[in-house]
């Protein structure tokens, strides 16, 4: 066991050592950030308010609430 325990070690310290002493490639940030494109025109309508669209539409009038009043 102490054996198989040893030859993982040495198997594994070669990789840990290259691994940290490797550095990875410098990207430039103008190189990874690049500008977004310009959203549809679609997105930049402004949504309609549904609310107001259905309050014109089913608005009861003055005259209509009195003929429906009880006495």
């Given at each position: 066991?102490?054996?198989?325990?040893?030859?993982?070690?040495?198997?594994?310290?070669?990789?840990?050592?290259?691994?940290?002493?490797?550095?990875?490639?410098?990207?430039p940030?103008?190189?990874?950030?690049?500008?977004?494109?310009?959203?549809p025109a679609?997105m930049?309508?402004?949504?309609?308010?549904?609310?107001?669209?259905?309050?014109?539409?089913?608005?009861?009038?003055?005259?209509?609430s009195?003929?429906?009043?009880?006495?």
């Open positions: 066991m102490h054996s198989l325990k040893m030859k993982g070690c040495t198997l594994m310290l070669p990789l840990v050592i290259a691994g940290c002493a490797s550095q990875g490639a410098l990207v940030v103008a190189a990874i950030c690049s500008m977004p494109p310009a959203p679609w930049m309508v402004e949504p309609s308010n549904s609310l107001v669209l259905l309050d014109e539409l089913f608005s009861i009038s003055g005259q209509v009195l003929k429906t009043e009880q006495p």
